[in-house]
């Protein structure tokens, strides 16, 4: 199994960062799994699972992702992801 190239703390700082309608800093356990597989396997089945999962206040993680320059009908790459929440973090 290949794993992402990007540095982990990275990820870790960017999942942390996420926060829900509520405010809420705080991602499930199983929403973070999610986000991450679509961040260290770029698929269409994970981006699919994930693409629907709130990563600020006002956005979902597809959103984000369009937001910070992706063509809407692509997979994004792991550092596209990355970026998109970074993006969404004040």
Do not use: Y
């Not at 799994?33 to 597809?62: C, G, H, Y």
Request: aromatic share 6%; net charge negative; proline share 6%.
């Amino acid at each position: 199994m290949e794993t992402t190239t990007l540095p982990l703390h990275r990820i870790a700082n960017a999942l942390d960062g996420c926060f829900n309608l509520t405010e809420e800093r705080i991602l499930s356990s199983e929403t973070r799994a999610m986000v991450f597989k679509a961040i260290d396997q770029p698929s269409v089945e994970n981006w699919l699972n994930a693409r629907s999962i709130i990563v600020s206040r006002s956005m979902t993680l597809w959103q984000a992702v369009i937001a910070a320059g992706a063509h809407p009908k692509d997979i994004p790459t792991g550092l596209q992801i990355i970026e998109a929440i970074e993006w969404t973090q004040p």
